[in-house]
């Protein structure tokens, strides 16, 4: 394998820049360029990017122009572009695309851009000689036009051209028969759609700026039942392949494709080589007539023939037939070049005056068996040859004086028999091997279409294009193209129908190949083509043009390719993302088991706690005298914040606690477990000391403030009720330290009082004052003691139970104070709907017997 860049052991490589290979039009160009360049000893990269910027056949054209940023302008003597690439941009547009390469020497096929020499196709010419076939042979005088995109050069060059022949022979030019079109065939059918249908004008020939619209206006007139040529005549212009078994055969202007490419390449070689070239070359045209004209090849073309021939003088005719037999073997060479050498037509020629003068020694019989067998071998159209023989009978008739003897009549009808019968096997065998080559397609792209693995489909990619005779290739992908489309990755090399490479080979900036990887050492033929799915870019593919010249065949591949491509790398993406999720999922599944140790040990140690923290609170009520003391506590979570208390003091006193800590964790108990040891054991210290007991509230305040405020960046504080009861007087002194409200229920259950608090929460302000105060009970007197987790205890719809709510219930008079508990516990757990509690819920009631 030799480097890609230009040395001393390499051919200098030229560049060609076409929307595809696949049609007609495009296909010749490219091979009349390979085989010109082959011959000067130069290597060819064809780049087929699509149409400039859009297409109205198909709205993914334009992901076809990203392979023109590989046009490497160093690696390049020279470039060929062709001007169908403008044909949906405007002649401003398509210069600035010129000025991106005029660093070395360019080249164009039409249109005609400034300062860049041009390869044309004769229009004048060619539309002149459609536009007077009609008017002078069929006296058409209202002709219709089928015109190009607007703002294309050449389209609005083919209507001026028609407007002035029309002109010249002063015909209307009316502008309800000039119809808008872009190039398509379906353009010719809304023409049509748009002249029978929506308009109604009269005309009675059309004209169309290419054959690709004037085939879908056949197509169309037929779908109408209006019979081409009986009732209308239609043109078209380029003589694209289809045009030749059309029904009817398409009347045409023939571009010589291949002879354009030629000239095309020859020319560029002499501006490389620093040769004074002409700004333009003009190739000419040339009229095919055929039936949608309303001609019949075989009756006035031997009229027109004979009226030609007879300008001539008879040592002159042998010079005219050999140059009408080269231009009618012209259309052939881009399917086989040089195929009849200029000496054979010469003895052709001998041959056949030969004949005329009586000294047949068999030569021509031989000759016409060859020029048919070799024509039809090379040409899509071989029984176009047939006008030779046409030709050849006009001359008989001059040098016969009108009267042809009965064996050269005969000779010349064998003739035709031996060309019709070539071009019918010829034709047979063409067909069958367009099935064969269609079933290899298609098996290819089915194979191709099947392979999902990306290792795989490599491996399929490349034993289906040994089978279609491709033997070298690089195929590769954007790295990453939503990004960058100039950092590339080769997946696959073949190199005389085997793999080079095991592993991609990372490389970039405007290469078609790794460096290394493409042999330069003789000239070769690459074709690349870009890889795309709809809106998204692959890559592209680079290959060696060798046995296949077929454009189709490339392009069809180009298209199986682009799809597998896309399904196996999206399939890598999905393998990918699987096992990064199985990988996810198994650390998961490890965080899961950590997470669950852990809240088991947490779990543990909460119910450890739970079991410390019911030691702390009182279960049995203390018996006193004409008094009932009842309680409820439900935690909300394993360990709670909320903690109540009774004791007997020594005196006999009934000391009674509720409180609510801030918090719901492990550090509200704790914080709980702290204030309430502090209470009691300051209760008791301060009755020793024959101080009231209520005094241990603010004591508490101090301690806390001042060993626990704002510890470990928490500030924890508790809202607390305390009552000493006098059994006997039937009085309480009490502290609300910030708390809840309790009610004071009368014996007939009339709320008589709502506690408001008489001091501020605990643990939160130094030095609060907290005042006491003393309330009677009266016989049959209950206080209800609560904490926020009743009147906010919420419902699935998130309601709060409420303290209006609260007050309802037990606005009633009750016989004990077990019977209130029980009605607000079942009105909580009612209202909760089932719900687990959000906040600890804790009740205390005291109630004086009556």
């Not at 006009?394 to 031996?418: G, N």
């Not at 490479?501 to 190949?513: D, G, Q």
Request: hydrophobic share 40%.
């Amino acid at each position: 394998m030799q480097n890609i860049d230009n040395d001393e052991n390499n051919c200098p490589l030229i560049g060609f820049l076409t929307e595809s290979v696949c049609g007609l039009y495009q296909s010749n160009i490219w091979l009349g360029i390979s085989d010109t360049a082959k011959q000067n000893n130069y290597g060819l990269i064809c780049y087929a990017g699509g149409s400039l910027n859009a297409s109205s056949w198909d709205p993914f054209e334009p992901q076809r122009n990203a392979i023109y940023n590989l046009v490497d302008i160093h690696r390049l003597q020279g470039l060929i572009i062709s001007g169908s690439l403008g044909s949906f941009i405007t002649v401003q547009e398509f210069e600035t695309f010129y000025s991106k390469f005029n660093t070395i020497p360019v080249v164009s096929i039409g249109p005609e851009i400034s300062s860049v020499p041009t390869v044309l196709f004769d229009n004048h010419s060619g539309m002149r000689q459609l536009i007077s076939h009609l008017v002078m042979v069929h006296e058409r005088k209202r002709i219709a036009f089928i015109r190009g995109p607007e703002g294309n050069e050449e389209a609005e060059l083919r209507l001026k051209i028609f407007c002035d022949v029309l002109r010249s022979y002063n015909l209307e030019i009316s502008a309800d028969l000039i119809v808008p079109g872009d190039f398509s065939r379906e353009a010719g059918v809304k023409a049509v759609e748009f002249l029978v249908d929506t308009s109604k004008v009269h005309f009675d020939a059309v004209v169309a700026a290419n054959d690709y619209m004037a085939l879908g206006a056949l197509k169309a007139f037929q779908d109408r039942h209006i019979s081409v040529p009986d009732d209308v005549l239609v043109v078209g212009f380029d003589d694209i392949e289809e045009c030749a078994f059309a029904m009817p055969s398409l009347t045409t202007i023939r571009q010589p494709m291949y002879e354009m490419g030629v000239k095309a390449a020859e020319l560029l070689f002499d501006k490389i080589e620093n040769k004074k070239v002409p700004k333009t070359v003009l190739v000419s045209a040339a009229l095919e007539v055929r039936q949608s004209c309303g001609c019949f090849r075989f009756g006035e073309t031997a009229t027109s023939d004979t009226q030609k021939i007879e300008k001539f003088s008879l040592k002159n005719l042998p010079g005219y037939l050999h140059h009408e037999i080269v231009r009618e073997l012209e259309p052939m060479r881009s399917r086989t070049s040089g195929i009849i050498s200029n000496e054979e037509i010469r003895e052709f020629v001998e041959s056949f005056f030969m004949e005329l003068d009586g000294k047949a020694n068999g030569s021509f019989s031989n000759a016409i068996r060859q020029f048919a067998w070799r024509t039809a071998s090379a040409s899509e159209d071989a029984a176009g040859f047939l006008r030779v023989v046409a030709l050849l009978r006009s001359i008989a008739l001059i040098h016969f004086s009108d009267v042809i003897p009965y064996h050269i009549d005969e000779l010349l009808q064998d003739a035709s028999l031996c060309i019709v019968d070539a071009a019918a096997r010829v034709q047979a065998h063409r067909r069958m091997e367009s099935e064969h080559k269609g079933i290899r397609l298609r098996d290819a792209g089915m194979a191709i279409a099947s392979a999902f693995d990306l290792k795989q489909l490599l491996d399929v990619i490349r034993n289906e294009l040994v089978a279609l005779g491709i033997n070298n290739l690089w195929l590769s992908l954007y790295r990453n193209p939503m990004l960058s489309l100039r950092e590339y990755s080769c997946i696959l090399i073949m190199s005389n129908g085997s793999r080079v490479i095991n592993e991609p080979i990372n490389f970039e900036k405007c290469k078609i190949a790794p460096d290394g990887s493409i042999p330069l050492c003789t000239p070769g033929s690459f074709l690349v083509v870009p890889l795309f799915f709809r809106n998204e870019q692959i890559g592209f593919m680079t290959l060696l043009v060798d046995e296949c010249r077929d454009g189709l065949v490339y392009e069809t591949l180009r298209q199986h390719i682009s799809s597998a491509l896309k399904g196996a790398l999206l399939m890598k993406k999905v393998q990918e993302q699987s096992l990064a999720l199985e990988s996810a999922n198994h650390q998961l599944q490890k965080l899961r088991d950590a997470e669950h140790a852990y809240l088991e040990a947490i779990k543990h140690e909460l119910e450890l706690g739970r079991e410390i923290q019911g030691s702390f609170l009182p279960r049995e009520i203390p018996k006193v005298n004409g008094w009932e003391i009842q309680f409820a506590f439900s935690p909300a979570r394993e360990v709670s914040g909320d903690f109540y208390d009774f004791f007997t003091l020594p005196n006999g006193h009934i000391a009674l606690v509720i409180a609510d800590v801030s918090g719901k964790d492990v550090s509200a108990a704790l914080f709980m477990a702290l204030i309430r040891t502090l209470i009691r054991s300051l209760s008791e210290m301060q009755h020793k000391g024959e101080t009231n007991a209520l005094t241990t509230i603010a004591t508490t305040n101090k301690y806390l403030i001042n060993h626990h405020y704002g510890n470990n960046g928490r500030y924890m504080y508790a809202t607390l009720f305390m009552a000493i009861l006098d059994p006997a007087s039937g009085v309480i002194s009490y502290i609300n330290a910030g708390h809840n409200h309790p009610a004071i229920i009368d014996a007939h259950g009339t709320i008589r009082q709502w506690i408001a608090p008489s001091g501020p929460a605990v643990g939160i302000i130094p030095n609060a004052t907290f005042e006491q105060r003393k309330l009677g009970f009266d016989p049959g007197d209950m206080m209800f003691l609560y904490t926020d987790g009743v009147t906010d205890a919420r419902n699935s719809e998130g309601t709060m139970f409420s303290k209006a709510k609260l007050a309802e219930i037990i606005s009633s008079p009750f016989s004990s104070a077990s019977e209130i508990v029980r009605k607000v516990e079942g009105a909580v757990t009612e209202h909760c709907e089932g719900l687990a509690p959000h906040d600890d819920i804790t009740m205390l009631v005291l109630r004086r017997d009556t």
